[in-house]
């Protein structure tokens, strides 16, 4: 005869007396045990091949606040027919919500279902409602389905959609669209008795007394010499926790962070809001350049422009460069430089701005390398690949031995060692401010070819302006994108994804 403790006997019998097939949720009830309980029982006894336990999933409907809300005073429409009832079947739409008591963002509502359930008709040129002349000598319009089933989940607290009728069913789609009700999977189990399960639930049980906790008691007196102590299964399966921790991207980029004040590199810094100057102009960009157009940066309104008094020779300089190439040997753009828009304040499109303030600046020393991870701005169609506000690691070194190579060498290591790509590609590219210039992609088994971005050795056009003398390469890459290959993330948005499922499980 099998030995069951006390709480495994009873459930056994609660589950025989069930038809041998009971949810926990019912067992529960009938047991007086928490689920908890119920769970560690029915997995020892699966052990001993009296029960086993199956998942079901179903799909459970609730109320949201709203809908619990309108539960105790009405769906809108119907406070609304109510008060066209008591002001004499027609009224104006304000009079109406009014004596519904109705707040100003329902009133569109309750009209537009008022009208839709036709229950009454509105006229557009004098703003009133009347009452449908078909219903009024019903003078009590019928509950509809979305109300009677408001008031069936508010009973049960939780329905499944495959217990009610057709109609029913129509109308929790109806309250699942208005966001009154959410329909969400719900994992059941259901415990089920096995014939040797059925016959030991039948016989005389034989159950052995044990001692599931030590208390203070036993030990003083020495009881706990003469009781049976309960075995654990220390391999029985337990509720999963989620410990807070940090955001995976955010972890990521301290990574990053860290990786690169390790090689010597200070970080940068600076402003979201920047001038047109740093973003453009000390960057070589021409003032006609289509990346300064509306529709490829964000401008600010108010204010609209920056107080730049403080760098007033680099900007004579910068101004000369562009005009004629001033001492850079470079014939320069060949128009009449603008203050005006130099001034222009806008949200920084590139982290390039922040390499430009720290050379114009004297922030640096020969050799000495630089970063930022900087958040930037563009009005970017969003796709798998492209978002409207995202990140970027920028970097530039000033030393006079550097050449392409150095700048090859150092893309190389944020491809291979951050993202875990297996190898990468160079492209010959143009930015204004660059010359060579390349662009990096990388390629990883399984998740394929995905561009990094830009970089580049800076122009002269860019350093003698900056009163620079010796050589700097610079690169701009999307870390976001760097992440996204990391992790294996075939879509962007999932980086700031709100999934709790994803930011769980993510190492």
């Known amino acids: 005869?099998?030995?069951?403790?006390?709480?495994?006997?009873?459930?056994?019998?609660?589950?025989?007396?069930?038809?041998?097939?009971?949810?926990?949720?019912?067992?529960?009830?009938?047991?007086?045990?928490?689920?908890?309980?119920?769970?560690?029982?029915?997995?020892?006894?699966?052990?001993?091949?009296?029960?086993?336990?199956?998942?079901?999933?179903?799909?459970?409907?609730?109320?949201?606040?709203?809908?619990?809300?309108?539960?105790?005073?009405g769906l809108p429409e119907r406070r609304l027919l109510n008060a066209l009832v008591e002001l004499g079947d027609k009224a104006s739409l304000s009079e109406a919500a009014k004596k519904a008591t109705l707040e100003q963002p329902f009133i569109q509502i309750a009209q537009g279902w008022i009208i839709r359930k036709k229950w009454a008709f509105y006229d557009p040129k004098t703003n009133t409602l009347s009452i449908n002349t078909a219903i009024l000598h019903q003078r009590v319009v019928p509950e509809g389905c979305d109300e009677t089933l408001l008031k069936t989940i508010?009973?049960?607290?939780?329905?499944?959609?495959?217990?009610?009728?057709?109609?029913?069913?129509?109308?929790?789609?109806?309250?699942?669209?208005?966001?009154?009700?959410?329909?969400e999977t719900k994992t059941a189990r259901i415990l089920k008795i096995t014939p040797e399960?059925?016959?030991?639930?039948?016989?005389?049980?034989?159950?052995?007394?044990?001692?599931?906790?030590?208390?203070?008691?036993?030990?003083?007196?020495?009881?706990?010499?003469?009781?049976?102590?309960?075995?654990?299964?220390?391999?029985?399966?337990?509720?999963?926790?989620?410990?807070?921790?940090?955001?995976?991207?955010?972890?990521?980029?301290?990574?990053?962070?860290?990786k690169l004040v390790q090689l010597g590199f200070q970080e940068m810094t600076g402003p979201a809001v920047e001038a047109s100057f740093f973003n453009f102009d000390a960057l070589y960009v021409p003032q006609d350049h289509p990346a300064r157009d509306p529709s490829d940066i964000y401008y600010l309104k108010d204010p609209q422009y920056a107080n730049l008094e403080n760098h007033n020779q680099t900007i004579t300089q910068v101004a000369k460069t562009h005009e004629?190439?001033?001492?850079?040997?470079?014939?320069?753009?060949?128009?009449?430089?603008?203050l005006e828009a130099a001034r222009h304040l806008i949200l920084r499109g590139h982290g390039t701005c922040l390499s430009a303030r720290t050379l114009e600046q004297g922030n640096y020393g020969v050799p000495s390398r630089h970063f930022s991870i900087a958040r930037v701005y563009r009005p970017e169609i969003t796709d798998r690949t492209h978002l409207s506000e995202f990140n970027q690691v920028e970097?530039?070194?000033?030393?006079?031995?550097?050449?392409?190579?150095?700048?090859?060498?150092?893309?190389?290591?944020?491809?291979?060692?951050?993202a875990g790509?297996?190898?990468?590609?160079?492209?010959?590219?143009?930015?204004?401010?660059?010359?060579?210039?390349?662009?990096?992609?990388?390629?990883?088994?399984?998740?394929?070819?995905?561009?990094?971005g830009g970089s580049g050795i800076f122009r002269p056009e860019v350093?003698?302006?900056?009163?620079?003398?010796?050589?700097v390469i610079a690169w701009g890459l999307g870390i976001d994108r760097l992440f996204m290959m990391r992790s294996g993330i075939s879509d962007i948005r999932m980086i700031f994804s709100q999934d709790l499922n994803w930011l769980r499980r993510h190492r």
């Open 324 to 338: 004629a190439g001033s001492q850079t040997g470079s014939t320069g753009w060949g128009y009449k430089y603008n």
């Open 154 to 183: 508010d009973k049960k607290e939780t329905v499944s959609p495959d217990e009610l009728s057709k109609e029913l069913q129509a109308a929790s789609e109806q309250l699942k669209k208005r966001k009154l009700a959410t329909i």
């Open 421 to 452: 790509a297996d190898k990468i590609c160079f492209k010959p590219d143009y930015f204004p401010f660059t010359e060579p210039s390349v662009e990096l992609s990388a390629y990883k088994e399984g998740y394929g070819w995905i561009e990094f």
């Open 1 to 73: 005869m099998v030995e069951l403790r006390a709480q495994e006997q009873q459930l056994l019998t609660a589950l025989y007396k069930q038809n041998g097939s009971a949810s926990v949720e019912h067992l529960v009830e009938s047991c007086g045990f928490p689920d908890v309980a119920i769970m560690r029982n029915a997995l020892t006894l699966q052990e001993k091949n009296l029960l086993i336990i199956q998942a079901a999933t179903k799909n459970i409907i609730k109320l949201t606040a709203e809908g619990q809300s309108y539960v105790q005073t």
């Open 395 to 418: 970097g530039i070194i000033v030393d006079e031995h550097l050449t392409l190579r150095d700048l090859l060498g150092v893309l190389g290591k944020f491809a291979l060692e951050l």
């Open 463 to 471: 350093t003698a302006p900056l009163g620079v003398r010796v050589p």
């Open 197 to 258: 399960g059925q016959k030991a639930a039948t016989q005389t049980p034989n159950i052995s007394p044990e001692v599931t906790k030590l208390t203070p008691e036993l030990i003083i007196t020495g009881k706990w010499r003469e009781v049976t102590l309960q075995k654990y299964n220390i391999k029985a399966p337990v509720a999963k926790t989620w410990g807070g921790k940090k955001h995976p991207y955010l972890s990521f980029l301290d990574e990053v962070r860290t």
